[in-house]
Nanobody, 128 residues
């Protein structure tokens, strides 16, 4: 069983930045694809960004140019850098890890069905 713990959420003003981190409980755990999802009140959970084998990444169109994803393999930590935040970025942000051995591609990596392990989430609130 792999546990994922998110951190770095908070309340900021529009235009500011936040950096989210996700730490996996098992240092030996290696996933072919890890991702960030978010869910705003009353809305479905949506994929934000993913990081996979060979450093391949995917970022949702809604955050492209503002958000970036990276992974520190030595620390087994996934990071989401969020710049130029907007009120519509408000929501609970979740980290997820799949059991896939390789990155499944741009579109598939942002779908919930490929992910087996989920963190409890960290809240991001952006005010105007």
């Amino acid at each position: 069983q792999v546990q994922l713990v998110e951190s770095g959420g908070g309340s900021v003003q529009a235009g500011e930045s936040l950096r989210l981190s996700c730490a996996a409980s098992k240092s030996s755990y290696s996933s072919g694809c890890m991702g960030w999802f978010r869910q705003a009140p009353g809305k479905e959970r949506e994929g934000v960004a993913s990081f996979g084998t060979y450093g391949r990444t995917s970022v949702a169109d809604s955050v492209k140019g503002r958000f970036s994803v990276s992974k520190d393999n030595a620390k087994n930590t996934l990071t989401l850098q969020m710049n130029s935040l907007k009120p519509e970025d408000t929501g609970m942000y979740y980290c997820a890890a799949s059991q896939l051995p390789v990155w499944p591609g741009v579109r598939e990596s942002l779908t919930q069905r490929i992910y087996k392990y989920w963190g409890l989430g960290t809240q991001v609130t952006v005010s105007s």
